[in-house]
């Protein structure tokens, strides 16, 4: 039987579900108000808000520099602003949807002669971000209730790593790796699987930092420090209105990381997840403890910002929006993997 953290994520997080509908029933609020934790971005950062107007909102000097491809603009005019992006912040850049989830649709382009390929398989919005070269990732969970501001989790991430035993090639490394899923040819054009290591030489294969596409979590709650706290809450501190959500940062070193120096990639709202759960090490049992947790704070925080004006839609269109950001990531990540 597959660990849970490889379960599909809607039958493994329906308990949890139940949990935050208690939690909403107790609190006296409607589950639309939990979207309230964040009620300064759309939809407090829910699957088909946009990444890149919360990355302009929020904490915008801490991100890697971007621009937005919009679908209706058609292949020619988002490779102009691709190519005139690129020529000022240099190759690679990184392409992902501008809504969506779990590193699906992620594209990474090395130099200009592949723009005009790649820009022809987008079929939807997309976010262009300059390549951030720090080696180390980190998942970091961020919460504030009644204006105190503190990490709740950590989590590093693992790349997809082979090494070479001077016989296989990467491709029958990577096939024989206990990771390996077909999602990883998401990434796996990006390397010569042809290549025969020599022996112990090792060689990290993926840029993606999602779990779904073979990136281990683990458990790194430890090495937050009061330095990382007082960043992340002077950074957040101009916007209020965002509360609850995870970070994907990249540093430099880990003492850069426990001092607060980072680039966040990405903002993640009331969807978010808390990923040093998906450590291989925790029972489900302590996986749900973590993730229901978090959900307890989820609801807490909704319930103190009930108050706050925020546009909100209603339960059909919420549904009819969800299910089309799902089938359209999904489908474009076909598109990728098919190329």
Known sequence: MKHHEFWPARPFETPGYIYLAFQCLGRLIGARTLMK??????????????????????????????????????????KLKLLNFAEKVGFPVILKPDYGFVGKGIIKINKSDDVEEKIKLLEMDFIVQEYIEAPLEFGVFYLRSKGKGWVSGINKKHFPTV????????????????????????????????????????????FI????????????????????EKKLNEIFKPTPGFNYGRLDVRTSTLEDFQKGKFVIIEINGVDSLPTNMFDPKYSLWQCYRILLDHFYWLAKIAAENKSESMEIYGWRKLIRETIRIIKEVNHQQLVLENE
């Open 37 to 78: 934790a964040n009620f300064g971005i759309d939809h407090g950062g829910h699957a088909f808000a946009s990444k890149y107007h919360i990355q302009q909102k929020l904490a915008s000097d801490f991100h890697p520099k971007a621009i937005q491809l919009l679908a209706g603009d058609g292949p020619e005019k988002n």
């Open 163 to 206: 090494i070479g035993n001077g016989k296989s090639t990467i491709e029958a490394l990577v096939k024989n790796h206990y990771r390996y899923t077909h999602y990883w040819h998401s990434y796996l054009e990006y390397v010569d699987t042809s290549e025969v290591l020599p022996l112990g030489e090792k060689r990290q294969i993926s």
């Open 209 to 228: 930092g999602s779990h779904t596409m073979g990136c281990k979590f683990t458990e790194d709650t430890h090495l937050k420090t009061p330095a990382l």
